[in-house]
């Protein structure tokens, strides 16, 4: 129903409420067991127990599990319990990340009002707000948390903070009226209150028309709950990749099988080579590689203000390729500051923003002092007198007790330093009348210490011109005739194209006995002083931040519960609105199908008074379209968006608790700058993994070439499956965790977003893997041929010597793993700890060569120097061979065509 089309008593009549009775006992009891109680329904969410085996259903967990099953039928036991050690760590890793990050319905469920005050049989008694049912009658004052929908049936001076639901940092003025008819948004409905809401000026009363889930605040529950978590490219690439390993492995294991029966092998013989082959296939250490290097990552953000809740949507930001960002706290400092003053003719503009009471008043460009320009200084004067807001400073910080846009003026007024004139001059408020909405209007009278009386009017500009009969023009008091009023319009019209919200302030003198007994007399011809213009400003580091962001390839998208023209304003001063850039209302959206949507998302940069369901309409529009949508956003009515973009960004400081729940990001300084650099973290946390997979699978590459070259030649196996997982998770795991904090590039922000589909193998990492795993595998087959054939009877030597040369050619092709280029494009000496870790696995490998009570399990044995001249000469083949192919024949490819081009 459109509640705000009736007048209250139809509303009363629909509904079959009693205005001045109120509902019976017997009644409420009725209507309860037909709706239920107020409160927010929870899914049902699944036991401990089933989320934690939800962690095992992943494809390259079923890899691993295979992979355990292989080594228990090797008889190597030794590996199977690694292998399901490594398991249950991620499973672990997963369940404690997953139970902390659905709380968003209890966080939402705690912003409804603990008590309501109810009109029953006739008298009003306190209840629980989840005992309010359909037409009970309602009284909310100043400081109240309402407790579900009303329909406002009376209001004095009422004012309810909504930005949790509508994104507006203003409070919204209520008032009884009905209005006109038509979809309006949820920011427009003036005579409703909504639950979870706060009311900050006033009091009312109202009719219940929706509790619990019928509530705006359960519509949004029910949207929480239903938005789909979308799976971050980095899970989709592993299950890939776990599908061509498994693939892999299961197409070596067959070739092998048949290529030794056809030569005349044991059948059974055949079939444990080829097993062995398989685990040599599969990175047992992945999975955890990848989940420490999420993990380091993780505290890396933390430095750069942006916390992460769930760790695979630390890899998700770097392809962002769309920022949908709220404008109130994120973008803007959520702080009204005036930033014009008009009187007589004269325009002068404020710098400075926020509550920080420091800024300069100019004219034409040019410097002025208010203490010389007295029609300037009586402005703002008279906008600090007739005002109940305070500014006070904390812990070097100042902040605003009152209204916001009553602050603004406060804070004009002490850039000039008149704040603390008017308490040496003591000025007394003798009488006050408040802000009502039917005046749009607030008046004081004031006696200042010479005994002279006079009233300071301020309000709606349309509203002080009509009360006014006189204007101050070039500091006299002149007659307010139709030209001047025309001028004072023009002001308003242009202050209002610049999105400003203006205040207009009028004074009038009195006699110095005369008092007032009612706002008529005060509020009657008055003396036109000026207009103050104000806006929540953007914040000053946010303009370069989307500059960069663009020139990553990253659009900004603005999305915001303000008015159209307010928004675009702000979004051209932050160059979020290009030229022909295409603006719409939630009404235009509403309009739209998903697919029409879709089709002009891609023109569009600034969404204005939109709704929760247009948000997750939005994201799901551009995901549609293939975007990775990154959605910022700080209250319950950003949540369901925030939940189904793929990476949802809450604010830390200014966030409701439901944001922070849904969200897979939060910024502590809640500043857009902080997602701009959590996307440059999140490239370069993207492009270390893809350094590490290269690192892990060309080293299990070499080793299955080497396995595979030797059952082809008919030779022993060169490494016992215990080499094997050692290499998997001692030698490549410390490496490869040095990998994944390796400093980024220079130009990682000046590249654009990888595509979300791009496969594993992209940007020929497969030919990388493939061709210096060959290499790895050849050098390591020479070398242990070379010791075999020398002495045919000592199988362990050549084995060793064949373990120590693949682990060697490893740890110095990691050092090519760095860059895309060569091992000589980037200093080794950048990244210290993978310069450590290489010495801690060359250690670790003489441990296991050189002390005896290791050598039987490894299969190892003593060697001397003249074999370790043979193992560093040939493990160092695979990177210096490539390194030098790169170095010499590209630039020589290069330099031939530069001629034709």
């Given at each position: 129903m459109r509640w705000y089309e009736y007048t209250a008593e139809e509303v009363a009549d629909k509904i079959r409420a009693n205005l001045t009775e109120g509902l019976t006992e017997d009644e409420v009891q009725k209507r309860r067991q037909k709706t239920g109680f107020n409160e927010i329904e929870e899914a049902e969410r699944p036991s401990g127990w089933i989320i934690f085996l939800s962690q095992f259903k992943d494809f390259m967990v079923v890899v691993l599990l295979a992979a355990t099953l292989i080594s228990g039928l090797l008889g190597e036991y030794l590996d199977a319990i690694a292998i399901i050690l490594i398991i249950l760590m991620n499973g672990f890793l997963g369940f404690l990340q997953e139970r902390k990050a659905e709380k968003s319905l209890q966080a939402l469920k705690e912003l409804s009002a603990p008590k309501m005050r109810v009109l029953r049989n006739g008298n009003w008694k306190q209840i629980q707000a989840k005992e309010a049912v359909i037409g009970d009658i309602v009284r909310i004052e100043s400081g109240d948390r309402i407790g579900a929908d009303l329909r406002l049936i009376s209001e004095d001076s009422l004012y309810i903070e909504e930005s949790a639901l509508t994104g507006e940092s203003v409070p919204v003025n209520k008032r009884v009226e009905p209005l006109a008819s038509g979809e309006l948004g949820i920011g427009d409905q003036e005579n409703i209150a909504f639950m979870g809401t706060l009311v900050t000026q006033g009091k009312g009363k109202g009719i219940v028309i929706g509790t619990g889930m019928k509530t705006e605040m359960g519509k949004i529950a029910h949207l929480i709950q239903s938005a789909e978590t979308m799976a971050t490219p980095l899970q989709r690439r592993l299950e890939q990749l776990?599908?061509?390993?498994?693939?892999?492995?299961?197409?070596?294991?067959?070739?092998?099988?048949?290529?030794?029966?056809?030569?005349?092998?044991?059948?059974?013989?055949?079939?444990?080579?080829?097993?062995?082959?398989?685990?040599?296939?599969?990175?047992?250490?992945?999975?955890?590689?990848?989940?420490?290097?999420?993990?380091?990552?993780?505290?890396?953000?933390?430095?750069?203000?942006?916390?992460?809740?769930?760790?695979?949507?630390?890899?998700?930001?770097?392809?962002?390729?769309?920022?949908?960002?709220?404008?109130?706290?994120?973008?803007?400092?959520?702080?009204?500051?005036?930033?014009?003053?008009?009187?007589?003719?004269?325009?002068?503009?404020?710098?400075?923003?926020?509550?920080?009471?420091?800024?300069d008043f100019f004219e034409n460009r040019k410097k002025v002092s208010p203490d010389d320009v007295k029609p300037l200084k009586q402005l703002l004067t008279f906008g600090v007198l007739c005002n109940n807001a305070v500014v006070k400073k904390d812990n070097k910080r100042f902040h605003l007790d009152g209204d916001p846009t009553e602050g603004a003026l406060v804070v004009a007024g002490m850039k000039a330093g008149i704040l603390s004139e008017i308490r040496e001059t003591n000025f007394d408020i003798i009488q006050e009348f408040p802000f009502d909405s039917s005046r749009k209007m607030m008046s004081v009278l004031i006696e200042n210490k010479k005994g002279e009386r006079f009233v300071v009017t301020k309000g709606a500009p349309d509203v002080l011109l009509k009360h006014s009969t006189a204007i101050l023009w070039n500091g006299r008091q002149q007659r307010l005739d139709q030209d001047r009023e025309n001028k004072v319009k023009q002001e308003i019209n242009k202050l209002g194209a610049k999105a400003l919200r203006t205040i207009a302030i009028a004074y009038k003198p009195l006699q110095n006995t005369e008092n007032l007994l009612h706002s008529v007399q005060a509020e009657s011809k008055l003396v036109f002083v000026g207009l103050q213009g104000m806006i929540d400003p953007p914040r000053p580091e946010v303009k370069q931040a989307v500059q960069e962001c663009r020139a990553a390839g990253v659009k900004t998208i603005m999305i915001t519960g303000d008015h159209a023209v307010t928004a675009t304003a702000i979004a051209k001063d932050l160059g979020i609105l290009p030229h022909g850039g295409r603006v719409i209302d939630g009404q235009e959206l509403g309009r739209l199908s998903i697919e029409d949507l879709e089709e002009a998302v891609d023109d569009i940069y600034v969404f204005a008074r939109v709704s929760p369901e247009h948000k997750l309409k939005i994201v799901r529009a551009l995901q549609k379209k293939g975007h990775v949508v990154a959605m910022t956003g700080d209250g319950v009515n950003d949540a369901p968006a925030i939940k189904a973009a793929n990476i949802g960004v809450a604010m830390g400081i200014t966030g409701t608790d439901v944001a922070k729940e849904a969200s897979s990001l939060v910024l502590s300084d809640d500043n857009f700058t902080s997602i701009r650099a959590a996307i440059e973290e999140g490239r370069n946390i993207y492009e270390n993994i893809r350094k590490f997979i290269r690192y892990l699978l060309a080293s299990n590459v070499g080793e299955i070439f080497v396995m595979l070259f030797a059952i082809l030649l008919s030779l022993p196996l060169p490494l016992v499956p215990i080499q094997i997982l050692w290499v998997n998770l001692v030698t490549d795991g410390l490496p490869a965790m040095a990998l994944g904090v390796d400093p980024a590039e220079s130009d990682v922000m000046k590249r654009e977003p990888r595509s979300p589909n791009e496969g594993v193998f992209a940007r020929k990492l497969g030919w990388k893997i493939i061709s210096r795993g060959l290499l790895i595998g050849l050098c390591t087959l020479a070398a242990f041929m070379v010791t075999y054939y020398q002495n045919p009877d000592d199988l362990v030597k050549a084995q060793t010597i064949a373990f120590a040369t693949l682990v060697m050619a490893q740890l110095i092709h990691v050092f090519d793993c760095r860059s895309e280029h060569s091992v000589f494009h980037r200093n080794p000496f950048q990244n210290m700890l993978l310069v450590l870790a290489v010495l801690s696995s060359v250690l670790m490998l003489l441990v296991v060569i050189y002390y005896p009570p290791l050598q039987p399990i490894f299969h190892t044995t003593v060697i001397n120097v003249r074999e370790w001249l043979l193992i560093l000469g040939l493990s160092s083949i695979p990177t210096f061979l490539l390194a030098g192919y790169s170095l010499f024949y590209q630039p020589m490819k290069v330099k031939k065509t530069t001629p034709s081009i």
């Open positions: 776990g599908k061509v390993l498994i693939a892999a492995a299961l197409a070596l294991t067959a070739l092998v099988v048949i290529l030794g029966i056809i030569q005349g092998r044991n059948v059974y013989d055949m079939f444990l080579a080829g097993v062995s082959l398989a685990v040599a296939a599969i990175p047992e250490g992945l999975p955890a590689i990848v989940t420490i290097a999420l993990a380091l990552g993780m505290q890396k953000m933390i430095k750069r203000k942006a916390i992460v809740r769930k760790l695979p949507s630390v890899e998700t930001l770097g392809c962002a390729t769309v920022i949908c960002s709220d404008k109130t706290g994120t973008l803007t400092q959520n702080k009204m500051t005036v930033t014009h003053l008009w009187s007589g003719g004269k325009t002068w503009t404020v710098t400075g923003t926020g509550y920080d009471p420091y800024g």
